[in-house]
């Protein structure tokens, strides 16, 4: 009877997955306001694909994707290969700080950027403009996408710290000996032997992306910001098409899948 | 150089944070005195006194705290003892049954959230903090933590604690769990967090004001807009709301955060 210690995270992922899962394709087929359903087939895809607001956030959910990785990814790696030669008392300072986004992310520090991208507020102060950066989509979207990528930076700084002290430094030694300057060596022998934790961490910052909520939400509850999960919490929860929204969830869930097998193939053919 | 960078770099990702902290004590006047300053102009309760005021604060204290408690307790249950089946265990289909159970990591959450609905209604569970706290339970990161970390644990010592007659059971709660307690600490922290931010699911979850928590009360109160009232100081009030929000993920944080990071750290190293 050994195997009980199984039952409660099977059933739980049976409940709460899987059988969401299955409803979500199921009330994609039909027309529903949870009250009434009535099964139209694929009618809902055709119309989340004619809705131009859709398909925006679409769009919107692939501008996320490219910013907030690279952002994210971009600056976990430079802060690690900083901190890396440096002693312990930094790796700590810095695993701590880069984490504390983390602990206010989304709807709790959302409103300080409300401050900061203010029309009278300290951006537009410091650049001297007179921007309001959440009103037109060119502004709105890097704008979104920076705040964002400020809260994930932490996770991938501890895993890649973790990965490279992890690393054999007789290898460096050998390095020097033959002499690569450290650059070289950061280039050449570290990254590659990270580029595992590298990948993962990408994907994770990639499939976040399109799920952004909270921060679209309290900063720029707008089509031209949305992103695919944004829209589909408008389309199901406020205007009650739940049918529609379910169609749409299951195009994201394809979008999401989409990313991780595109990482597979860049990681197989690398 | 490097330390430099590092450091402007820190400083930046903990200049929201602050400012949070500087703007939810300042009146109207002071959110916008260009230059920004670091310390407030005039220090005032009086955001805080309107949240008070406002909001019904205790209640959702104790809500919060019950989700918490709750979160916390399943979460954890269910992690380790999948983990310990996954780590210590062979049987066949199991790779089969390990990806089903990750599976959640690619999938959006919103997807799951609009039959989750459905779901919880059959159960019987709407609008109640058990139906808040029950189906986003399972995490499929907690699981991977947890088995990754067991593994590290010598099955020796399980089978010499079997030659002495002790059940699975007793060897999970009494052996590993106490050895594992870097893993099962952290896990706890992180569900602690999820509890205390997942803004959108309890917000969709929890209408009665009665049953509100803290992260939903506090942002529909702050967030409300128009009426003259709520125009008196919105940013100022809801910074402080974030300030509220934020100070005991501050804590849990600052009381082990080397569990946090061990814990991400550890799970790259395989």
Known sequence: MKFWLLGPAVAFCALFVLWPLGEVFWLSLNKS?????????????????????????????????????????????????????????????????????????????????????????????MLGTEVAWFAQASTGIPAIAMIVSATGIGGAVIVFLASILAIDKSLFDAAVIDGAHRWQIKLHIVIPMIAPAIGAMSLLSAIM???????????????YTATMTFRIYQDGFQSGRYGLAAAEAVVLLVFVLGLSVLKNRIQREA | MKRAILIVAMVALLFPVWMMVVGSLQDIHGVFVMPPRLLPLKATLQN???????????????????????????????????????????????????????????????????????????????????????????????????????????????????????????????????????IVTALALFAAIQALQDYLWQMLQLNSEALQTLVVGITRATMKRGGAETQVNPLGRAMAGGTMLVAPLLVVFGIANRYFTSALGGAVKE
Not at chain 2, 56 to 62: K, L
Not at chain 2, 96 to 110: D, E, H, R
């Open chain 1, 209 to 223: 992306a399109p799920q952004v909520f909270e921060t679209i939400y309290a900063l720029a509850p707008y089509e």
């Open chain 2, 48 to 182: 805080y006194e309107w949240i008070f005021r406002y909001g019904q604060i205790g209640r959702w204290t104790v809500n919060t705290l019950f989700v918490t408690a709750g979160y916390v307790t399943l979460s954890v249950f269910l992690s380790i003892t999948a983990g310990y089946a996954f780590a210590f265990y062979r049987w066949k289909g199991k790779k089969a049954l390990w990806l089903v159970l990750l599976a959640g990591l690619f999938i959006p959450k919103i997807s799951i959230l609009i039959p989750l609905f459905v779901v919880v209604r059959k159960l019987g569970l709407s609008g109640t903090l058990a139906g808040v706290v029950i189906p986003v339970a399972f995490a499929p990161v907690g699981l991977y933590l947890a088995k990754t970390y067991f593994e590290t644990i010598p099955i020796s010592l399980l089978e010499s604690a079997r030659m002495d007659g002790a059940s699975e059971t007793q060897i999970l709660f009494r052996i590993v769990t106490p050895l594992a307690r870097p």
């Open chain 1, 33 to 125: 306001t949870y009250i009434v359903t009535e099964f139209i087939g694929l009618a809902n895809y055709a119309r989340a694909f004619a809705s131009p607001a859709f398909l925006r956030s679409v769009l919107n959910s692939l501008f996320y994707v490219v910013m907030v990785t690279t952002l994210q990814i971009g600056i976990a790696l430079i802060v690690t290969l900083l901190a890396m030669d440096l002693r312990k008392k930094w790796h700590d300072a810095v695993r701590i700080v880069f984490y504390v986004p983390m602990l206010s992310a989304g709807i709790i520090i959302a409103q300080v950027w409300r401050w900061v991208f203010h029309f009278n507020g300290p951006l537009n102060w």
